[in-house]
């Protein structure tokens, strides 16, 4: 089983539209939770951390659910320069910094 | 953004030649990093350094040897490699380790063809 694990899509969805990525990993000891954003042929770039409480920045919405361990990501309102890969990323240690990525999900926002 | 600054942005080189990635980190941060990106597949973490100290070397094969002179700059050594190796080598940097402290904020990377 992979560590991170998330579907590679793509999803492809209108401008205006809700989308929702999830992400499982493995590791139950694992402590923080993030998800970043990679563009084309760029490098990636945090787009939030994940509390366990969940939290929201503007149109983006995460979970984190610790028994299933589970994340999700949800994106209201798609717009077109929200298309991009989206990194689920886990830090399996406790103390320490090791942080494992997901493949990513593909999500393409069309007019 | 100029806080994680690469070079070179694109390196060709033969299996035979040594060359060397820089990264310098303009953020004040504590912990730098290594990673591997290859086409189709996660990032892929190499090395980890905090405050100078390796802390972490994930199974890399020597023919890739990391320096770190201080906490601002990181390099990475190459000789001796295989085609298999051509990616985009990312290079990122932490406040320090763990929880929110270790978000990283990664440089542009370098986009590695060996021949």
């Known amino acids: 089983r992979k560590e991170v694990e998330q579907d ?13 990525f999830n ?4 590791n139950s000891a694992s402590q923080s939770f993030f998800w ?4 084309c042929r760029k490098e990636p770039k945090l787009l939030m951390s994940v509390y366990s409480s969940g939290n929201e920045d ?5 979970q984190l659910n610790r028994a299933s361990q589970y994340i999700s990501l949800l994106i209201r309102d798609s717009k077109l320069s929200d298309s991009a890969t989206y990194l689920c990323v886990v830090n399996m240690r406790r103390s320490g910094n090791k942080l494992v990525f997901g493949a990513g999900t593909i999500l393409r926002v069309k007019s | 953004e100029t806080g994680v600054t690469q070079t070179p ?5 033969g299996m035979t030649n040594k060359k060397s990635l820089k990264c310098e980190q303009h953020l004040g941060h504590n912990a730098m990093y290594w990673y591997k990106q290859s086409a189709k597949k996660p990032l892929e973490l190499m090395f980890v350094y905090n405050f100078k100290e390796q802390t972490e070397n994930n199974s890399v094969p020597s023919r890739f040897s990391p320096e770190c002179p201080n906490s601002s700059h990181l ?3 190459l000789h001796t490699l295989q085609p298999e190796d051509s ?5 990122a940097s932490s406040q320090g380790e763990g929880g929110s402290f270790g978000t990283q904020y990664f440089g542009p990377g370098t986009r590695l063809t060996v021949l």
């Not at chain 1, 992400?23 to 493995?26: A, D, E, G």
């Not at chain 1, 503007?58 to 995460?62: E, V």
């Not at chain 2, 990616?87 to 290079?91: E, P, T």
């Open chain 1, 36 to 39: 970043y954003r990679q563009d």
């Open chain 2, 9 to 13: 942005r694109h390196l060709v080189m």
């Open chain 2, 87 to 91: 990616a985009l080598y990312l290079c």
């Open chain 1, 58 to 62: 503007g149109r983006f919405t995460a």
């Open chain 2, 75 to 77: 390099f990475l050594h």
């Open chain 1, 8 to 20: 590679p899509g793509p999803f492809n969805v209108p401008e205006g539209a809700t989308v929702a």
């Open chain 1, 23 to 26: 992400c499982t990993y493995s």
